[in-house]
């Protein structure tokens, strides 16, 4: 990869361990490395489709009725759930009943509904195919990107021009220092709290006989890519294109 440091005006973002850069002038951010490597397998799920996404909203941490699956949301969740678990056979044969059985097949979820629904569908498959009840996990630092004072909010339904405008931004340059104002995250906040949360999963398994599956969000699942140097979030030299390249829903992706 070349020089980004002198290809553009970068700096290293702060608590990144050097491995992500941002160009002070637009905002844009460069990946060098991973960040944090993982110490187990772990797949990530962006939740089935709302109603708000078809409307574009900003979802944030709103729970609300527009933020819950639709019905297409829960068929692609259940057909997620049908795939995934027919690849996991695949993928690892006799050992996933093992696994099932001793608990060590992981499902993390954010504690938004919307996640927790996807992530229940998949349970609730196992379940019908092997008789095991998995646990749900409740992980905090899985949920959505904050967009603050707009969470919940489409395009034309926000009142101040000056956040209209940073939507914008946002949306079509790849600006990852955006924050709202201050009442929300930036993308780079996102990618700091992705990397916290791999660092408590390496430290809790480590060493250990585990497959982990993790129902997020569209931008948090890409902060989880780019820490884990995701080439495929890269565009042109080296820049992370978060907006470009979100998962789709019900998408799995393997870290």
Known sequence: MQDLETDCDCVPVPNLNG???????????????????????????RHGETNGNRRRVLHGLINGPENQLNETGKDQA????????????????????????SGNLVILTSPLKRARDTAQLFIDHVEEKTGLLLELQVQEDLREISFGKIDGLALDEIEDQDLKDLVIKYRTTQDATI????????????????????????KRYQGKDVVVISFTHGTFGSSLRGVTGDKGLVKGPGMIAFRDNILGCCVPHWL
């Open 19 to 45: 491995q992500i850069l941002s160009d002070k002038k637009t905002g844009q951010i460069f990946m060098k490395g991973p960040v944090v490597h993982l110490e187990f397998p772990m797949v990530i799920v």
């Open 78 to 101: 259940r057909q997620l759930a049908m795939n995934l678990f027919a690849e996991l056979e695949r993928t690892l044969g006799p050992r996933l009943a093992e696994l099932t059985r």
């Open 179 to 202: 924050n709202w104002q201050g009442t929300g995250e930036s993308f780079v906040d996102t990618l700091i709290r992705a990397k916290r949360l791999l660092q408590t999963l390496n």
